[in-house]
């Protein structure tokens, strides 16, 4: 059973900078991979923020920034805003075909 | 304008059946590879399955082979899920999402999702 590893929870202040990650089970995680980021705020549906590692979508903030660090993806928020406390997703991609989902993160903007 | 809209939810009896269905407007539909990805409730979201934008690869989440069926109208730009052998655990928000044209792997939009709810 493949697993994908958040960190369950993380604080920012306004205006700080934080990076999420999202570990494979099964070793370093790679371009190969096609690491996406979603962003969920409490009643709402997920919204794609980051695809291929680190390509934007027209509507992503340019605050959000994608990568690769340390043998995971991340996801950096830079001047972190109010409005970006939310639940966010990485989503791995297995032999090509299998998704699996990481845990979440929950961030909270204090 | 570009929308997703799930349909079919409720509540079904363990070992039922339901057909989940997504209308697709605002896009190229035949060209998007689509996805079912669920969420119970207050837990994580979950990749159900994918096909293709000519629906001729399919996947699934190992543990709901056999039981949900994917499949798509692209004459109807419409996605569907068969559920069948419903179990409790399956209760959760089902939301239909798209991968943007071109690509099998880069996600684009996700519609508001629908409630499945399993208990007797």
């Known amino acids: 059973q493949t697993v994908v590893t958040q960190e369950p929870s993380l604080t920012v202040s306004p205006g700080g900078t934080v990076t999420l990650t999202c570990a494979s089970s099964?070793?370093?995680?790679?371009?190969?991979?096609?690491p996406n980021w979603f962003q969920q705020k409490p009643g709402q549906a997920p919204r794609a923020l980051i695809y291929s590692t680190s390509n934007k979508h027209s509507w992503t903030p340019a605050r959000f920034s994608g990568s690769l660090l340390g043998g995971k993806a991340a996801l950096t928020l830079s001047g972190v805003q109010p409005e970006d406390e939310a639940e966010y997703y990485c989503l791995l991609y297995y032999g090509g075909t299998q998704g699996v989902f990481g845990g979440g993160t929950k961030l909270t903007v204090l | 304008e570009l929308q997703l809209v799930e349909s079919g939810g409720g509540l079904v009896k363990p070992g039922g059946s339901l057909r989940l269905s997504c209308a697709v407007s605002g896009f190229t539909f035949s060209s998007c590879t689509m996805n079912w990805v669920r969420q119970a409730p207050g837990k994580g979201l979950e990749w159900v399955s994918s096909?293709?934008?000519?629906?001729?690869?399919?996947y699934f989440e190992d543990s709901m082979k056999g039981r949900f069926t994917i499949s798509r109208d692209n004459a109807k730009n419409s996605l569907y899920l068969q559920m069948n052998s419903l179990r409790a655990e399956d209760t959760a928000v089902y939301y239909c999402?798209?991968?943007?044209?071109?690509?099998?792997?880069?996600?684009?939009?996700w519609g508001q999702g629908t409630l499945v709810t399993v208990s007797s």
């Open positions: 096909i293709s934008s000519s629906g001729s690869f399919i």
């Open positions: 999402a798209s991968v943007c044209s071109g690509s099998y792997y880069n996600w684009c939009f």
């Open positions: 099964t070793g370093a995680v790679t371009s190969g991979y096609y």
